[in-house]
C-alpha cells in the first residue's frame, strides 16, 4: 500500500466551561490548567510521534480541543518549535488552531500568528445572543466580530467560523441571518452543522426543547444552502462550505481516509505501514497522559483493523464529500479489491441511496446525501 497523505492532530483539552452538546475530549479548568507541563508532554509525545513519520513529509497540522486559545501564544510557540525540530513539515503547511471568541484575548492572534499559525478556526456558533445562551457559550455576537476583526488585523486571510443549525426555537429566518452575518466578515471557509444530542452530554441526557422537526430542520438546511451558494461558497462536504481554493486540507486529508499522527489527552491516529493500517489513541485524561509522558511510557493503544473495518471507515468519511470519491482511491487507501466494496454496496445501490459514473466516481445521491446515516450504516461490518 502507497502511504497516503499524512497530518498531525495535537489535542489541547480545557475549556473555561464545557459546552451542553459537546462530545469531545474537553474538561473545565480555565486559568487552572496546568499548560506548560502539558506543551512539555506534549513535546515528548511529538518526539516519539517522529518514529512512526519517518521521513515522510507532515503537509498539514490541526490544534484542536478543547479550546487552544486557553494556551498563550509563546506556549504555542514552543509547541510548534517542537513540530518542526523532530518532524519534516512542509513548507506550505496548512496549521490551523481553534479557538473561541471568548478566550482569543487569551493571547493577541498576531502572537498566534507569529508563532507558525496560518489558520484560524473560530467557535461562533450562532450571531443570535439568546441561542448562544441556549447553548451554553461564554461569549456574544459581539465578541465575534471583535475577535474576526482582530484576526483580519492580524493578517490572516484564511479564517473559518463554525455555525451550528437546528437550534432550540430557531427558524429559516434565523439561521438564514446568522450565515449572512457571518459572510459580512469575510470568512474564507464556513463550517455549517447541525446540533445532534450526543451520548454522554448534557443535551443527551436533558434534550433542550423546541428543537425543529425533521422536516423543518431540513427546509433550514435547503435555505442555508442557498445563502451559502449565491455568496460564491462551495460546499465539498455535508458540513463544509468555502470560497475557491480555500477548502481545509487538513479535513479532506480525514475524508479521503490519509494518514495522521496523533499527540494529546484522547488523540487518535492513523498510519499506513507496507501492506496493513495502524490505528492508535493516546490516554485520555489529561492527568493521566501527562503522568504517562513523564515517566517514559509512552504506551497508546493500538490495532489493526480487519477488512470490514476498513471499508466501513473508507465510507464513513468518503461518503461525506460532494464530490465523492474515485474507485482507485478506496483500492489505495485500503489496500482491498473494488469486489468486495461492490459487494457490501449493493443493497445501498438498490436502495437509490448511492451511484457510480462510468468513469468509477461515487457519489450518495440526493436521497443519500438527505439520508446519509442510513447510507453509512450500509457499510458497517456484520455483528
Known amino acids: 500500500m502507497k502511504p497516503p497523505p499524512l497530518s498531525l492532530y495535537v489535542h489541547l483539552p480545557w475549556c473555561v466551561r464545557k459546552c451542553p452538546y459537546c462530545d469531545f475530549n474537553s474538561h473545565s479548568a480555565g486559568a487552572d490548567a496546568p499548560t506548560s507541563r502539558y506543551i512539555d508532554a506534549l513535546l515528548v509525545d511529538i518526539e516519539r510521534e517522529a518514529t512512526r513519520a519517518g521521513a515522510r513529509e507532515i503537509e498539514t497540522v490541526f490544534l484542536g480541543g478543547g479550546t487552544p486559545s486557553l494556551f498563550s ?7 510548534l518549535d517542537g513540530v518542526n525540530r523532530y518532524l519534516c513539515l512542509a513548507a506550505d503547511a496548512e496549521i490551523t488552531m481553534e479557538a ?18 496560518t489558520r484560524i478556526s473560530l467557535g461562533a456558533q450562532s450571531f443570535d445572543d ?67 444530542l450526543e451520548p454522554n452530554t448534557v443535551f443527551h441526557a436533558r434534550p433542550p426543547r423546541d428543537l425543529p422537526e425533521n422536516e423543518d430542520a431540513w427546509a433550514i438546511q435547503d435555505a442555508g444552502a442557498a445563502v451559502l451558494e449565491g455568496a460564491g461558497f462551495e460546499q465539498y462536504e455535508i458540513s463544509a462550505w468555502a470560497r475557491p481554493g480555500r477548502r481545509c486540507r487538513h479535513n479532506l486529508n480525514y475524508w479521503q481516509f490519509g494518514d495522521y499522527l496523533a499527540a494529546g489527552a484522547g488523540a487518535h491516529g492513523k498510519v499506513t505501514d ?34 470490514a473495518d476498513l471499508l466501513f471507515e473508507f465510507m464513513l468519511n468518503a461518503l461525506r464529500l ?19 466494496l461492490l459487494e457490501v454496496a449493493a443493497n445501498a445501490f438498490g436502495e437509490g441511496l448511492i451511484g457510480r459514473s462510468s468513469e468509477g466516481i461515487w457519489q450518495p445521491t440526493a436521497l443519500g446525501r438527505r439520508f446519509l446515516n442510513d447510507l453509512q450504516a450500509e457499510f458497517l461490518p456484520a455483528p
Open 322 to 340: 460532494t464530490d465523492g470519491f474515485e474507485e482507485s482511491l478506496f483500492v489505495e487507501r485500503t489496500g482491498l479489491d473494488l469486489e468486495y
Open 274 to 307: 507496507g501492506s496493513s493500517v495502524l490505528r492508535y489513541s493516546k490516554a485520555a485524561n489529561p492527568q493521566q497522559y501527562m503522568q504517562m509522558m513523564e515517566s517514559g511510557d509512552h504506551g497508546a493503544n493500538a490495532e489493526v483493523p480487519g477488512e
Open 100 to 117: 473561541n471568541p471568548g478566550t482569543v484575548e487569551c493571547g493577541s492572534p498576531a502572537g498566534y500568528r507569529a508563532a507558525g499559525i
Open 130 to 196: 439568546v441561542s448562544l445562551q441556549r447553548l451554553g457559550r461564554i461569549h456574544s455576537s459581539d465578541d465575534i466580530r471583535r475577535s474576526v476583526d482582530e484576526v483580519a488585523a492580524a493578517g490572516f486571510d484564511n479564517f473559518n467560523l463554525d455555525l451550528m443549525h437546528g437550534l432550540p426555537r430557531q427558524t429559516t429566518e434565523m439561521a438564514e441571518a446568522d450565515i449572512r452575518a457571518a459572510l459580512e466578515l469575510g470568512p474564507a471557509h464556513i463550517s455549517w452543522y447541525q446540533l445532534t
Open 73 to 79: 501564544p509563546e506556549q504555542i510557540g514552543r509547541l
